[in-house]
C-alpha cells in the first residue's frame, strides 16, 4: 500500500492536501475503532479514571465541527451545539457518555467530514490565510490553514488515548 496525500477534485491544491490530512486521519479512527463491543467503547480505563473511546470520538467530532464553522465564517447554530455538544461538563472534563454506539458516533462524525469536504471545495488558497478565533473563550488566534492542519492532528492525538485504552480493556477482560 502506496501512502500519500491527495487533493480532491474539486478542491485547490493546498486546500486538498489539508482536507485529506483530516480525511486520512479520520479514515484511521474508523480502523482503530473497527470491532468494538458497546462496553469497550464505553470502557473508562482502569479504575473509570479516563475518558472512553465514545467521549473522546464526541469531542472530536466537536472539536472539528467548531472549526468547520469557523472556516465558513460562521457561528455554530444553538441546536449543532446542543446536538453535538459541549466541549466540556461542568467539571471541565469531555461530558460523560454511555450506551450510543459506535456506529451512531462514527455516522455522525461522517456527517461533520461531509460538511468539510463541502466547506473546503469553496475555499480557495489566500483564503488559508484567514485568521480566525478559537479556544474556549475564543482567546487563541490561527490561520484556517493551522486549523485544518490542527483537526487532523487533534483526532491523532486521541487515537493514541483510544489504542491505550484498547490494551488496558484487552488486558482486562
Same mark, same amino acid.
Given at each position: 500500500?502506496?501512502?500519500?496525500?491527495? #487533493?480532491? +477534485?474539486?478542491?485547490?491544491? *493546498?486546500? #486538498? *492536501?489539508?482536507?485529506?490530512?483530516?480525511?486520512?486521519?479520520?479514515?484511521?479512527?474508523?480502523?482503530?475503532? +473497527?470491532?468494538?463491543?458497546?462496553?469497550?467503547?464505553?470502557?473508562?480505563?482502569?479504575?473509570?479514571?479516563?475518558?472512553?473511546?465514545?467521549?473522546? *470520538?464526541?469531542?472530536?467530532?466537536?472539536?472539528?465541527?467548531?472549526?468547520?464553522?469557523? *472556516?465558513?465564517?460562521?457561528?455554530?447554530?444553538?441546536?449543532?451545539?446542543?446536538?453535538?455538544?459541549?466541549?466540556?461538563? @461542568?467539571?471541565?472534563?469531555?461530558?460523560?457518555?454511555?450506551?450510543?454506539?459506535?456506529? &451512531?458516533?462514527?455516522?455522525?462524525? @461522517?456527517?461533520?467530514?461531509?460538511?468539510?469536504?463541502?466547506?473546503?471545495? =469553496?475555499? &480557495?488558497?489566500?483564503?488559508?490565510?484567514?485568521?480566525?478565533?478559537? #479556544? =474556549?473563550?475564543?482567546?487563541?488566534? +490561527? &490561520?484556517?490553514?493551522?486549523?485544518?492542519?490542527?483537526?487532523?492532528? =487533534?483526532?491523532?492525538?486521541?487515537? +493514541?488515548?483510544?489504542?491505550?485504552?484498547?490494551?488496558?480493556?484487552?488486558?482486562?477482560?
Amino acid at each position: 500500500m502506496l501512502y500519500d496525500l491527495h #487533493g480532491e +477534485a474539486n478542491m485547490l491544491q *493546498i486546500v #486538498g *492536501i489539508l482536507y485529506s490530512t483530516v480525511k486520512e486521519n479520520s479514515q484511521r479512527l474508523q480502523s482503530i475503532t +473497527a470491532g468494538m463491543s458497546q462496553e469497550e467503547v464505553d470502557y473508562q480505563g482502569p479504575n473509570n479514571k479516563y475518558n472512553s473511546t465514545a467521549q473522546l *470520538i464526541k469531542h472530536i467530532m466537536y472539536v472539528d465541527l467548531n472549526w468547520v464553522y469557523r *472556516i465558513k465564517g460562521k457561528p455554530l447554530t444553538d441546536s449543532l451545539k446542543e446536538q453535538y455538544g459541549p466541549m466540556i461538563d @461542568e467539571n471541565d472534563r469531555l461530558p460523560m457518555i454511555k450506551g450510543i454506539a459506535l456506529n &451512531t458516533l462514527m455516522d455522525q462524525y @461522517e456527517g461533520v467530514l461531509k460538511t468539510l469536504k463541502d466547506t473546503c471545495t =469553496h475555499l &480557495t488558497d489566500a483564503d488559508l490565510d484567514k485568521v480566525v478565533t478559537f #479556544g =474556549h473563550e475564543n482567546e487563541k488566534k +490561527a &490561520t484556517i490553514r493551522w486549523g485544518l492542519w490542527h483537526m487532523a492532528d =487533534h483526532n491523532r492525538y486521541h487515537q +493514541a488515548h483510544i489504542n491505550q485504552l484498547r490494551k488496558w480493556y484487552r488486558e482486562n477482560i
